[in-house]
């Protein structure tokens, strides 16, 4: 009792820093709190590490390919590990999450980041890195479906879309970090590359004790039939006089052809599609953010690296104007209008790659920013249209389809750029978006005013 007292006490804490009332609450209008603001930043930890990781092989790769003599096979498949990880990790732990419950896995994911980031440093070949890089992402792949289901079931309605929001910001800033931090430690020699890949091992350990403590979701417990400790849970994150009345049960099974029956297919397949087409590119430029600016007539490495640092920083103020409008915009407004402008940004660099530098730049800063709101929405969207039982999993299985897209297109990037050349890497990537253009059109629901047990109900999906 001695430990459920003192998560009250923290609770109606959170309530007074904040200066909210604690009068009766439930979880969908609830007031915001510092236990919300927490968690949102807690979460946010996986996506950040997520941005980080894919950057910073970027700027190692410039020191590894030739230390290695590494082919753009290998080069390929250095960058694409992680992403291969996170299909298998996003795929299986998305489903045992919704079996076993977040919290118990909110912190256990983190440990093998730290420890694969530090084993990275001591490698000494690309056999080895290329497994590790694998564990790594792995664990981020698995974050993702824990972390998003955990914040989207404690969050107000109203709040909904810009906390989620927030997650896919904090991935472009891991990403943004990822090149600024690459670029100190240059200065280190030729062995910075390791320094580079141990790095990550820093912000994951410190999430890791910062998610200690955090409550089982109340609406995960529901769905198993445990009232009682989903009351505790609920009381334990908002306060004494939290109630459960807005929280209906949602029993249901856990299980893959859980998304594939009662109307959910058609769910599924969007956020499958729609997730992999706005990733694919984004992963590619990111991973080889250099190679592009390089054959895009930037001969200075230390120039291309920089550039790639500033694509970094627009793509970051995208997804934080994405962010700040999410509440006020619907849903489809958000995907399919920044989606539509950033495929033409693509198309257009397929097809006048030997532009003028300001040309080329205002093209990728357009893409940039752009794209910030299909991105946000890659986990707002799955966290809204899958019930309690399966949200996990659903978000895990759009982790898990999007990283084959990344992971091909990261893959396939250097390759591109060695035998077709930059006009057919960027036109090939704007061909993508333009799939992922066309199913948001046809298939997108509208999900903004409605609370989280509305939004995931069939019933709710009219389309447009």
Same mark, same amino acid.
């Given at each position: 009792m !001695? ?8 609770a109606?804490?959170?309530h007074?820093d904040?200066?909210?009332p604690? $009068? ?21 930890g996986?996506p950040?590490? +997520?941005?980080y990781v894919l950057?910073?092989?970027g700027?190692?790769l410039?020191?590894? /390919?030739?230390?290695?003599d590494?082919?753009p096979? &290998?080069?390929?498949?250095? $960058? #694409?590990?992680?992403?291969l990880?996170? @299909?298998?990790g996003?795929l ?5 999450t ?10 256990? +994911? ?10 990275? @440093? ?12 694998f ?24 709040? !909904?879309?810009s906390?989620l *929001?927030w %997650? ?10 990822a090149?600024l931090?690459?670029?100190a430690?240059?200065e280190?020699?030729?062995? #910075? &590359?390791? &320094?580079m890949?141990?790095? =990550?091992?820093i912000?994951?350990?410190?999430l ?8 089982e979701?109340?609406r995960?417990l529901?769905s198993?039939g445990?009232?009682?400790?989903a ?8 306060g004494?006089?939290?109630e459960l +009345?807005?929280?209906p049960a ?6 893959l ?5 009662k109307?959910?297919?058609r ?8 997730w ?11 991973? @080889?953010?250099p190679? %592009?600016?390089?054959?895009?007539n930037l +001969?200075? =490495?230390?120039?291309a690296?920089?550039?790639?640092a500033?694509?970094? /920083?627009?793509f970051?103020?995208?997804?934080v104007?994405?962010t ?10 958000l ?16 097809l006048?790659?030997?532009?003028p530098t300001?040309?080329? $730049? ?6 940039a920013? #752009?794209i910030?709101? =299909?991105?946000?929405?890659?986990w ?8 309690t ?5 659903? /978000?895990g299985l ?9 992971g091909?297109g990261? @893959?396939?990037?250097p ?5 077709? *050349?930059? *006009?057919?890497?960027? %036109? ?5 978006c333009?799939?992922?253009l066309? /199913? ?11 609370d989280?047990h509305?939004?995931?109900s069939v019933?709710?999906?009219?389309g447009?």
């Amino acid at each position: 009792m !001695r430990q459920h007292d003192t998560g009250q006490a923290e609770a109606t804490r959170y309530h007074r820093d904040a200066g909210r009332p604690t $009068a009766k609450t439930g979880v969908d209008d609830a007031p915001l709190t510092w236990f919300h603001r927490r968690l949102t930043l807690y979460s946010a930890g996986g996506p950040l590490l +997520d941005g980080y990781v894919l950057g910073i092989i970027g700027l190692a790769l410039t020191q590894v /390919v030739p230390l290695w003599d590494l082919s753009p096979v &290998w080069q390929g498949l250095l $960058a #694409a590990s992680a992403l291969l990880g996170m @299909f298998l990790g996003g795929l299986v732990f998305g489903y045992v999450t919704d079996l076993v419950g977040r919290q118990a896995m909110y912190t256990i +994911d983190l440990a093998a980041i730290v420890v694969g980031s530090v084993a990275q @440093f001591f490698v000494d070949g690309p056999v080895w890195l290329l497994i590790l890089r694998f564990v790594v992402g792995l664990a981020i792949g698995a974050d993702y479906p824990i972390a998003t289901s955990l914040l989207a079931e404690f969050t107000p309605r109203r709040h !909904r879309g810009s906390m989620l *929001g927030w %997650l896919t910001t904090m991935w472009a800033a891991g990403n943004t970090i990822a090149y600024l931090v690459g670029e100190a430690l240059l200065e280190l020699g030729p062995d #910075a &590359w390791r &320094w580079m890949l141990l790095s =990550p091992a820093i912000p994951a350990a410190v999430l890791m004790v910062a998610r200690f403590g955090t409550p089982e979701s109340p609406r995960w417990l529901l769905s198993k039939g445990r009232t009682e400790e989903a009351k505790a849970a609920l009381r334990k994150a908002l306060g004494p006089d939290a109630e459960l +009345d807005d929280l209906p049960a949602e029993p249901g099974e856990t299980s893959l052809r859980g998304l594939i029956s009662k109307g959910y297919l058609r769910r599924t397949v969007f956020v499958a599609v729609f997730w992999a087409c706005s990733l694919w590119p984004v992963y590619a430029i990111y991973a @080889f953010g250099p190679a %592009l600016l390089s054959a895009l007539n930037l +001969d200075d =490495p230390r120039q291309a690296n920089l550039g790639s640092a500033a694509i970094g /920083v627009f793509f970051l103020a995208g997804c934080v104007i994405a962010t700040l409008v999410a509440n006020r915009l619907n849903r489809r407004t958000l995907l399919i209008w920044p989606f539509a402008v950033a495929t033409v940004a693509l198309l257009l660099l397929g097809l006048i790659p030997t532009a003028p530098t300001p040309v080329i $730049a205002t093209l990728f800063v357009l893409y940039a920013l #752009a794209i910030g709101g =299909p991105t946000i929405l890659q986990w707002i969207y799955p966290n809204e249209l899958f019930p309690t039982a399966i949200r996990a999993t659903a /978000v895990g299985l759009g982790t898990t389809v999007s990283r084959i897209g990344a992971g091909v297109g990261t @893959f396939v990037t250097p390759i591109l750029l060695g035998h077709m *050349g930059i *006009g057919a890497t960027m %036109l090939l990537a704007g061909l993508i978006c333009v799939l992922g253009l066309i /199913v948001s059109v046809l298939m997108a629901p509208e999900t903004r005013h409605h609370d989280l047990h509305q939004a995931s109900s069939v019933p709710t999906d009219t389309g447009k």
